[in-house]
């Protein structure tokens, strides 16, 4: 394989391995928004347009991942690596208002740091980091436009 392929080989795997992580960003969302509706002792009402605006920044970031996941099919690296950016930046932005929503609703600091949602918080902060910045993700789309 020459050096050209080795960049498009390496390009589609960080592509795939940036959708994939995005998935699991989507789980912990998930996650920390099942267990805010039960601390809130499943009246959602509590938490009033917060929950809401969790709710759907949740589908928001599905909506991005499964168009990430569909580009994985694309044999143009450009589109590919566009879309992908573009499922990166919208599920870190979702991820961010969804874990400081959860994070405001349950008291902000009284939040255990041993605790479940602490556990997500810590994952989603971390996997947000990995892979490209959200930055280097709005950059990378203004370049590929």
């Known amino acids: 394989m020459d050096q050209l392929g080795v960049a498009v080989a390496l390009s589609a795997g960080m592509d795939a391995a940036i959708v994939a992580s995005a998935f699991g960003v989507l789980g912990a969302m998930e996650a920390a928004i099942a267990d805010t509706a039960r601390s809130l002792n499943d009246d959602v009402r509590a938490g009033g347009t917060s929950y809401a605006d969790m709710l759907a920044a949740l589908e928001q970031a ?71 910045s959200l930055d280097f993700h709005l950059s990378r789309m203004t370049i590929l436009m």
Not at 89 to 113: H, K, W
């Open 62 to 132: 599905r909506s991005a991942a499964l168009l990430g996941l569909a580009s994985l099919s694309q044999p143009d690296g450009r589109q590919r690596a566009y879309a992908t950016s573009a499922t990166k930046a919208v599920v870190v932005r979702a991820s961010n208002l969804v874990c400081g929503q959860a994070s405001r609703l349950l008291g902000g600091m009284g939040v255990p740091e041993d605790g479940r949602m602490d556990h997500f918080f810590n994952f989603v902060a971390a996997t947000n980091s990995l892979r490209g």
